[in-house]
């Protein structure tokens, strides 16, 4: 049964942001496949101004996710692939989101609006880098149409890693 999608706001991340995602992503299930622990605040001030910078620069980011009350519940965007492993000069599409907000669709929905805003910008194809275990995200991926296209083994932890990609 398909069920509609709930209703999603993305803006660019601004410097409360960095806030409002530390406190929202911490819980260890969030952070299972993100490092296991909590992120330090400087971790996501870090983050959101690399953010505003793609966003001026490229068009598109990682924005903050907002529910129809406009609160923070996570992010969903894209960037450019930041390591020299993997799918290298790649734009990659990503997705973080609080846990009481799992299983009701936003991550979907707010996918799919970042499909239809870097393919607006001139992107052609995104992939998905997603760990092998980390089955709720995979399920994304195939909700937006990617395909499984290549594995790897990340450097730092020695963890599986599916890359999937979809033409735009």
């Known amino acids: 049964m ?3 999608l709930p209703v999603v706001r993305l803006r660019v991340p601004t410097d409360e942001d960095a806030v409002a995602w530390h406190r929202v992503f911490d819980h260890p299930d969030v952070m299972e ?3 296991g622990r909590p992120a330090e605040l400087s971790v996501y001030e870090e983050l959101t101004a ?7 620069e490229l068009g598109f980011c990682l924005w903050t996710m907002l529910d129809a009350d406009d609160r923070v519940i996570g992010f969903t965007g ?4 930041p390591w020299e492993w993997g799918p290298a000069g790649e734009i990659e599409i990503g997705w973080r989101l609080g ?6 669709g936003y991550v979907t929905a707010a996918a799919r609006t970042t499909l239809e805003r870097v393919r607006a910008a001139g992107v052609g194809s995104v992939v998905a880098m997603v760990n092998a275990r980390n089955t709720r995200s995979i399920a994304v991926t195939e909700r937006l149409g990617m395909h499984l296209a ?3 083994t990340t450097p730092t932890t020695n963890m599986l ?3 999937y990609r979809l033409d735009l």
């Open 2 to 4: 398909n069920r509609a």
């Open 33 to 35: 496949f993100h490092g």
């Open 50 to 56: 690399r953010q505003r910078k793609h966003d001026a």
């Open 78 to 81: 894209a960037q450019p692939w």
């Open 99 to 104: 846990r009481e907000h799992w299983g009701k």
């Open 150 to 152: 290549e594995t790897f």
């Open 161 to 163: 890693a599916h890359c």
